[in-house]
Protein backbone atom coordinates (compact mmCIF):
# COMPACT_ATOMS: atom_id res chain seq x y z
CA UNK A 1 0.00 0.00 0.00
CA UNK A 2 1.45 3.14 -0.93
CA UNK A 3 0.96 6.34 1.18
CA UNK A 4 0.26 9.56 -0.38
CA UNK A 5 3.55 12.44 0.36
CA UNK A 6 2.40 15.51 0.80
CA UNK A 7 5.30 18.21 -0.03
CA UNK A 8 5.00 21.23 2.63
CA UNK A 9 6.61 24.11 0.88
CA UNK A 10 8.16 26.55 3.86
CA UNK A 11 8.91 29.81 3.66
CA UNK A 12 11.31 31.47 6.15
CA UNK A 13 11.03 35.12 6.65
CA UNK A 14 14.61 37.28 6.33
CA UNK A 15 13.68 39.56 9.61
CA UNK A 16 17.82 40.21 9.81
CA UNK A 17 18.67 43.67 9.83
CA UNK A 18 20.70 45.48 7.16
CA UNK A 19 24.04 45.31 7.38
CA UNK A 20 25.08 48.41 5.09
CA UNK A 21 25.72 51.21 7.80
CA UNK A 22 27.62 49.65 9.99
CA UNK A 23 30.13 48.96 7.15
CA UNK A 24 29.69 52.29 5.83
CA UNK A 25 30.52 53.45 9.60
CA UNK A 26 33.38 51.47 9.75
CA UNK A 27 34.81 52.62 6.52
CA UNK A 28 33.69 56.57 7.28
CA UNK A 29 35.26 56.60 10.31
CA UNK A 30 38.02 55.67 9.85
CA UNK A 31 39.02 57.14 6.48
CA UNK A 32 38.29 60.40 7.74
CA UNK A 33 40.44 59.70 10.74
CA UNK A 34 43.16 58.32 8.24
CA UNK A 35 42.92 61.53 6.13
CA UNK A 36 43.23 64.31 8.73
CA UNK A 37 46.63 62.56 8.89
CA UNK A 38 47.34 63.44 5.28
CA UNK A 39 46.40 67.20 5.51
CA UNK A 40 48.72 67.30 8.59
CA UNK A 41 46.26 67.41 11.50
CA UNK A 42 48.09 65.02 13.54
CA UNK A 43 50.28 62.05 12.69
CA UNK A 44 49.43 58.37 12.19
CA UNK A 45 49.56 56.95 15.45
CA UNK A 46 47.85 53.98 17.69
CA UNK A 47 44.63 56.24 17.77
CA UNK A 48 44.56 55.44 13.61
CA UNK A 49 45.71 51.75 13.92
CA UNK A 50 42.92 50.96 16.55
CA UNK A 51 40.09 52.79 14.30
CA UNK A 52 41.67 50.77 11.33
CA UNK A 53 41.60 47.65 13.36
CA UNK A 54 38.48 47.67 15.19
CA UNK A 55 36.21 49.58 13.07
CA UNK A 56 37.85 50.11 9.37
CA UNK A 57 38.55 46.16 9.74
CA UNK A 58 35.99 44.65 12.21
CA UNK A 59 32.65 46.50 11.77
CA UNK A 60 33.42 45.76 7.66
CA UNK A 61 34.20 42.24 7.88
CA UNK A 62 30.85 41.45 10.47
CA UNK A 63 28.68 43.85 7.83
CA UNK A 64 30.18 41.57 4.76
CA UNK A 65 29.01 38.69 7.08
CA UNK A 66 25.68 39.33 7.41
CA UNK A 67 25.43 40.99 3.54
CA UNK A 68 26.55 37.68 2.34
CA UNK A 69 24.19 35.72 4.08
CA UNK A 70 21.25 37.71 3.04
CA UNK A 71 22.60 36.77 -0.23
CA UNK A 72 23.83 40.15 -1.20
CA UNK A 73 26.74 38.90 -3.38
CA UNK A 74 28.18 42.58 -3.98
CA UNK A 75 27.84 43.86 -0.66
CA UNK A 76 29.21 40.75 1.10
CA UNK A 77 32.03 40.90 -1.05
CA UNK A 78 32.86 45.01 -1.34
CA UNK A 79 32.60 44.97 3.01
CA UNK A 80 34.74 41.71 3.50
CA UNK A 81 37.20 42.76 1.31
CA UNK A 82 37.57 46.63 2.28
CA UNK A 83 37.45 45.32 5.76
CA UNK A 84 40.46 43.06 5.15
CA UNK A 85 42.07 46.03 3.50
CA UNK A 86 41.69 48.17 6.68
CA UNK A 87 43.66 45.13 8.70
CA UNK A 88 46.52 44.32 6.72
CA UNK A 89 47.07 47.90 6.34
CA UNK A 90 47.41 48.08 9.85
CA UNK A 91 49.64 44.92 9.95
CA UNK A 92 51.71 47.02 7.47
CA UNK A 93 52.12 49.31 10.06
CA UNK A 94 52.66 47.09 13.32
CA UNK A 95 55.01 44.63 11.59
CA UNK A 96 57.31 46.98 10.73
CA UNK A 97 57.14 48.61 14.12
CA UNK A 98 57.44 45.34 16.29
CA UNK A 99 60.52 44.21 13.76
CA UNK A 100 59.10 41.64 12.35
CA UNK A 101 59.13 42.53 8.66
CA UNK A 102 60.87 45.47 7.06
CA UNK A 103 59.25 48.76 6.15
CA UNK A 104 57.48 48.50 2.46
CA UNK A 105 59.09 50.35 0.11
CA UNK A 106 57.31 52.73 -1.87
CA UNK A 107 57.27 51.17 -4.98
CA UNK A 108 55.95 47.78 -2.96
CA UNK A 109 53.29 50.43 -1.59
CA UNK A 110 52.35 51.88 -5.01
CA UNK A 111 51.57 48.50 -6.10
CA UNK A 112 49.51 47.57 -3.01
CA UNK A 113 47.63 50.76 -3.21
CA UNK A 114 47.10 50.60 -7.02
CA UNK A 115 45.89 47.04 -7.16
CA UNK A 116 43.92 48.05 -4.66
CA UNK A 117 42.87 51.26 -6.50
CA UNK A 118 42.06 48.47 -9.59
CA UNK A 119 39.73 46.71 -7.60
CA UNK A 120 38.08 49.48 -6.02
CA UNK A 121 37.57 50.37 -9.76
CA UNK A 122 35.99 47.32 -10.63
CA UNK A 123 33.54 47.71 -8.21
CA UNK A 124 32.45 51.04 -8.98
CA UNK A 125 31.15 50.27 -12.27
CA UNK A 126 29.21 47.43 -10.51
CA UNK A 127 27.53 50.54 -8.63
CA UNK A 128 26.63 52.39 -11.33
CA UNK A 129 24.62 48.83 -12.29
CA UNK A 130 22.95 48.52 -9.49
CA UNK A 131 22.85 51.50 -7.35
CA UNK A 132 20.87 53.54 -10.37
CA UNK A 133 19.14 55.19 -7.61
CA UNK A 134 21.86 55.48 -4.85
CA UNK A 135 24.03 58.43 -5.97
CA UNK A 136 25.88 58.81 -2.15
CA UNK A 137 26.97 54.33 -2.74
CA UNK A 138 28.80 55.86 -6.42
CA UNK A 139 30.22 58.57 -4.64
CA UNK A 140 31.75 56.81 -1.94
CA UNK A 141 33.61 54.40 -4.40
CA UNK A 142 34.47 56.87 -6.95
CA UNK A 143 36.32 58.81 -4.34
CA UNK A 144 37.86 55.71 -2.50
CA UNK A 145 39.27 54.81 -6.11
CA UNK A 146 40.74 58.39 -6.72
CA UNK A 147 42.42 57.77 -3.18
CA UNK A 148 44.00 54.85 -3.71
CA UNK A 149 45.50 55.79 -7.24
CA UNK A 150 46.40 59.36 -5.71
CA UNK A 151 47.95 57.19 -2.94
CA UNK A 152 49.86 55.36 -5.74
CA UNK A 153 51.15 57.89 -7.49
CA UNK A 154 52.73 59.78 -4.14
CA UNK A 155 54.27 56.10 -3.43
CA UNK A 156 56.09 55.78 -6.88
CA UNK A 157 57.11 59.63 -7.08
CA UNK A 158 57.32 60.82 -3.81
CA UNK A 159 54.89 63.47 -5.15
CA UNK A 160 54.48 64.27 -1.34
CA UNK A 161 52.77 67.53 -2.26
CA UNK A 162 49.66 65.58 -3.51
CA UNK A 163 49.42 64.32 0.23
CA UNK A 164 46.94 67.40 1.22
CA UNK A 165 44.62 66.80 -2.24
CA UNK A 166 44.55 62.84 -1.53
CA UNK A 167 43.45 64.05 2.20
CA UNK A 168 40.59 65.97 1.13
CA UNK A 169 39.62 63.39 -0.85
CA UNK A 170 39.96 60.86 1.68
CA UNK A 171 37.50 63.42 4.03
CA UNK A 172 34.92 63.68 0.54
CA UNK A 173 34.99 59.88 0.87
CA UNK A 174 34.74 59.11 4.71
CA UNK A 175 31.81 61.49 5.39
CA UNK A 176 30.06 60.59 2.17
CA UNK A 177 30.24 57.08 3.91
CA UNK A 178 29.27 58.32 7.11
CA UNK A 179 26.04 60.29 5.06
CA UNK A 180 25.01 56.86 3.27
CA UNK A 181 25.14 55.26 6.90
CA UNK A 182 22.94 57.20 8.73
CA UNK A 183 20.78 58.19 5.82
CA UNK A 184 19.93 54.58 5.61
CA UNK A 185 19.74 54.68 9.61
CA UNK A 186 17.69 57.39 9.43
CA UNK A 187 15.25 55.88 6.34
CA UNK A 188 14.43 53.50 8.27
CA UNK A 189 13.62 54.65 11.32
CA UNK A 190 11.91 57.18 9.86
CA UNK A 191 9.82 54.62 7.26
CA UNK A 192 10.03 56.82 5.04
CA UNK A 193 12.67 58.33 2.78
CA UNK A 194 13.97 61.71 4.71
CA UNK A 195 17.61 61.57 3.70
CA UNK A 196 18.02 61.81 0.37
CA UNK A 197 20.06 60.12 -2.50
CA UNK A 198 20.18 56.18 -1.27
Do not use: H
Amino acid sequence: MEGNIEMVKAEVADNTANPAPLGFTGLGLSAVLLSLTYVGLFPLDSMVVSMAIFLGGFAQVFAGIMAWKKGDVFAGTAFNAFGLFWFSLAGLIILQSLGWAAAAEPMSMAAYLFIWGVYTFVMLIGTLKMCSGSRVIQFVFLTLFILFILLAIINATGMTGLLVIAGIDGLLLGFGSLYAALAMVLNEICEKPVAPGI
